[in-house]
Every structure is written in structure tokens, then in C-alpha cells.
């Protein structure tokens, strides 16, 4: 499982929001991200941060953290 945790629009600045989240939610201390590309058609094409890859229970709880310091998050499967 993966806390999906923003979408941006260029791979070259999920580094750097990744490293602002993992500043501001201790939760993500150590945890690896990928990103996953999605096509939202005229939208254009975003990149879901995600990271992981973990347990759910895992996924549950660090989502939940940040969740309660204001921000927002799902859990995605694999």
C-alpha cells in the first residue's frame, strides 16, 4: 500500500514536494515515494506523489497523522 499524498504537475518538482512533506509530517521520515502519472485528459497529465510501498496498517496510520495536522491523504493499493 502507498499514502498518496499530492499531485503536481512535473516529475522534476515531486522531489522537492516530497521533501516539504516529509519535513512537515514526521510519519514520512524514511519512507520512499514513487511517483504514478495520471492523464486527466484537458486537465493535462499530474503526478501522484506516493509513498511506500508498506503494510496497510501502516498506510492507515500515517495517513491518519496527517490527516489530523490538517492535511490530506488516501491510501492507494499497490
Excluded: H, W
Excluded at 499530492?6 to 521533501?19: I, L, M, Q, R
Excluded at 512537515?24 to 511506500?52: C, D, H, P, W
Amino acid at each position: 500500500y502507498y499514502v498518496q499524498l499530492a499531485s503536481v504537475k512535473s516529475t522534476a518538482g515531486a522531489a522537492g514536494e516530497y521533501k516539504k512533506l516529509q519535513a512537515k509530517y514526521t510519519g514520512l521520515s524514511g519512507v520512499q515515494y514513487r511517483t504514478q502519472e495520471a492523464n486527466l485528459g484537458a486537465k493535462g497529465t499530474f503526478y501522484r506523489i506516493q509513498a511506500g510501498p508498506m503494510s496497510k496498517d501502516s498506510a492507515t496510520s500515517i495517513c491518519g497523522g496527517i490527516k489530523a495536522k490538517g492535511g490530506s491523504c488516501l491510501v492507494a493499493s499497490k
